[in-house]
């Protein structure tokens, strides 16, 4: 037996959120704010070249890089949530899923940016499809990130078609132009028997192909250090340790997002204490094999202390790099999984500071895994100025690194402000089932 | 006993002390006087200046800076002196040619990186900071150059080169005595110089002893280059391709396929992978692309 009025409760609380209202046009506006002060800051460099950031010879990656495998990183997280949690047939993460899409399709179509502020001028990105080589990691690494944002789209696409026809039918205070969209972008949806088992198979086919891809990309990202001889990066389990970090990160980026739309959009009656609760396991979880890889990353040169290796790790450990080293190590891994263990921390309040710790921890965890390698090479640097030794980011650079982010949150502002955050067909789906 | 080892350490302390303190002292450099009064058949105008500054930023500028900015390398000992100073513009043309031309210690030997006009042009550059300098012109005849004739063959069993060095004056053929000949094998990263420079004995001819092992080309062709050095006829060189080395075909690193290869010759195995994604990536798009259709179309009846 349905339960219609459930039903027309559920979809009137989802379908809240889709309106303007001040504090959207407010929060957009602080966004295009800093969005424009980033890019005055791009020009800037678009002018005097990338002599205006820290990167010298020595240190040629720095900040940008390590801010593009943070947002690699952190777009691994629909794969994680949706496709090896829903495959593997927990119920719990319906409520989040679209969530954890939404970022990952975010911060996937950023990362490709981030690198080509890297680059200095743009148009050096021709470079790379007209001599580019295939034996290079940094070809398959476009490509796979490529794949990754066009499956993400298709991802957040396919289970949101049914919920778009329902923004088509019940909401009513859109411009009919809107209304327009969410019919043609609902693609004739009926809900019926055959139309239902088809976005099913769908939603599987995409569930199983996203994940080699997914592991791909960071996979990928990691080789184009991996791949290399120097310190700190030529190892063997940089492909794994890479992957379990970005979910690290991911689950952290998640968790800050639930907390916002719970309180901002109302519903706490969907991501309830529970979820926050599985979501702070899962964050524990992966945080513990991301802490099995780092105890291997590090103790084992450590142990051996080879020549340049020992430098390496002699500046991360007490050298100039220590204080960050454990700073990310600590707070930003040790203490969140102890913490995390504590009934009373798996709450949304503690578990949001946690996670902003955790979030943090993770962008600082890239810059120490590219930029000491970077001041550490094997030939002798002689005769050079200090700047050339030691990197430090300038303003303009820092404020470029700040572009990306503003516009994921962009995406992620106007994406949950245009369709339902939460799904609202499964959702419905899922009650019915628990309440025959 | 003890004594004598102790006087002993004080004495070999004091032989390395003074050994060691030898460069420190001798600063001057010894130049020949017949070198000292040597000028240039380059003369040193505007075109000269611009082409031997090309030259001084290729070669020079790397140590002694820019001429007047002192922004010499100062880390290296002996310092190399800012070129547009008081005791460069003091040195004779010739003295500064001979500099160029031998060098000592950190400063190396120009004479067979550069072409005699190439250094003399350098000099004019050089000379182009020095206030109050006025050229003295060589009153040897550049023309004269063109009249040598080096001759170079190869004797099989006593595996010797030899230089026969001659000019085509108009009362008669000339050989050129006591005339300074360095032989060269061209390598690929430069040229190999064969035993020492030589001077020619009364008839112009000089011998190198060759290397039995020097690698050719496929046929066992070496190319050499003979450089002579003559007072009145000037600096002369001549090339000339001989069967003298092993004949040796190393194929070329980038002939076969690898991994450091350009993007064309790369593996099968990286090529068959990386098509074989891409195609399935394709395919599971366009599956996609149908079932949507297909769900489209469902909406329809």
């Given at each position: 037996m349905l339960d219609h009025s459930k039903a027309d409760k559920i979809t009137s609380d989802l379908l809240r959120s889709i309106r303007m209202n001040k504090s959207f046009v407010v929060w957009m506006g602080i966004l295009g704010i800093s969005l424009v002060i980033c890019l005055y800051a791009y020009t800037i460099q678009l002018r005097e070249g990338l002599g205006v950031t820290g990167l010298r010879d020595y240190v040629s990656w720095g900040m940008y890089i390590a801010n593009f495998v943070f947002f690699v990183a952190a777009s691994l997280i629909g794969m994680l949530i949706s496709a090896v949690l829903g495959l593997s047939g927990q119920k719990w993460i319906t409520p989040i899923t679209r969530i954890a899409e939404i970022i990952a399709l975010a911060f996937a179509a950023v990362a490709g940016l981030v690198i080509v502020s890297d680059m200095g001028h743009p148009e050096r990105l021709l470079n790379v499809f007209m001599y580019g080589r295939i034996q290079s990691p940094i070809i398959w690494d476009v490509t796979v990130v490529t794949v990754y944002v066009l499956l993400s789209t298709l991802y957040l696409f396919i289970p949101l078609i049914p919920d778009l026809k329902i923004c088509h039918d019940k909401i009513d205070n859109i411009t009919p132009l809107q209304s327009k969209i969410y019919k043609l972008l609902s693609l004739n949806w009926k809900g019926t028997a055959e139309q239902v088992a088809l976005v099913r198979k769908m939603i599987r086919a995409i569930s199983i192909f996203i994940i080699p891809v997914a592991f791909g990309i960071h996979t990928v990202t990691s080789w184009l250090f991996a791949?290399?001889?120097r310190v700190g990066w030529d190892s063997t389990i940089f492909g794994p340790y890479f992957v379990t970090g970005a979910f690290v990160t991911g689950c952290a980026g998640v968790i800050i997002a639930m907390y916002f739309y719970r309180f901002n959009y109302k519903l706490g009656d969907y991501l309830t204490d529970f979820h926050f609760d599985k979501m702070a396991k899962l964050l524990v979880l992966v945080s513990l094999v991301y802490l099995y890889f780092n105890l291997n990353e590090y103790m084992v040169p450590g142990y051996k202390m080879k020549k340049f290796d020992a430098l390496h790790i002699h500046d991360l450990f007490v050298g100039n790099h220590a204080l960050l080293f454990w700073a990310v190590q600590l707070g930003g891994l040790v203490i969140p999984i102890i913490l995390l263990l504590f009934k009373k921390m798996r709450t949304p309040k503690p578990m949001l500071f946690i996670a902003i710790a955790v979030f943090i921890g993770a962008w600082f965890k890239r810059y120490i895994i590219v930029v000491p390698t970077m001041e550490h090479p094997f030939l002798p640097i002689q005769n050079v100025p200090l700047n050339f030794k030691i990197y430090t980011p300038t303003l303009t650079e820092v404020l470029i690194n700040f572009a990306p982010f503003v516009l994921v949150l962009l995406i992620i502002t106007i994406l949950s402000k245009v369709v339902p955050i939460i799904p609202v067909q499964e959702t419905i789906e899922e009650f019915e089932e628990t309440h025959k | 006993m003890l004594r004598r080892k102790f006087n002993l350490k004080i004495s070999i302390s004091f032989l390395l002390i003074t050994v060691l303190s030898i460069p420190a002292f001798a600063q001057g450099w010894d130049v020949p006087e017949a070198q000292k009064s040597k000028n240039s058949n380059v003369v040193f105008d505007a075109g000269a200046t611009k082409e031997g500054e090309s030259v001084f930023t290729k070669?020079?500028?790397?140590?002694?800076?820019?001429?007047?900015?002192?922004?010499?390398?100062?880390?290296?000992?002996p310092p190399p002196p800012d070129l547009a100073g008081d005791k460069t513009h003091n040195l004779t043309d010739g003295e500064l040619f001979y500099i160029l031309n031998t060098g000592r210690g950190v400063m190396p030997s120009f004479k067979n990186i550069l072409s005699e006009t190439d250094r003399w042009k350098a000099i004019a550059f050089i000379r182009s900071f020095h206030k109050g300098y006025v050229q003295v012109v060589s009153k040897t005849d550049p023309e004269k150059s063109k009249l040598v004739k080096i001759n170079v063959s190869f004797d099989e069993k006593s595996n010797k080169v030899t230089v026969d060095v001659k000019a085509n004056e108009k009362t008669g053929v000339v050989a050129l005595k006591e005339t300074e000949v360095s032989l060269f094998a061209k390598r690929r990263f430069g040229n190999l110089q064969i035993e020492k420079s030589g001077r020619t004995d009364a008839n112009g001819v000089i011998s190198f002893n060759f290397p039995k092992e020097l690698p050719g080309d496929k046929e066992g062709n070496v190319e050499l280059i003979v450089k002579i050095s003559n007072e009145a006829y000037g600096e002369v060189e001549s090339q000339s391709k001989m069967k003298l080395g092993i004949p040796t075909d190393v194929p070329s690193l980038t002939k076969e396929r690898s991994m450091f290869n350009v993007m064309k010759k790369a593996p099968w195995w990286i090529l068959i992978t990386y098509f074989s994604g891409i195609s399935i990536v394709i395919g599971f798009f366009i599956y996609m692309l149908l079932n949507l259709k297909k769900l489209f179309d469902l909406g329809k009846k």
């Open positions: 791949s290399t001889l | 070669n020079c500028v790397s140590c002694h800076g820019n001429p007047g900015k002192g922004n010499f390398m100062k880390t290296l000992t």
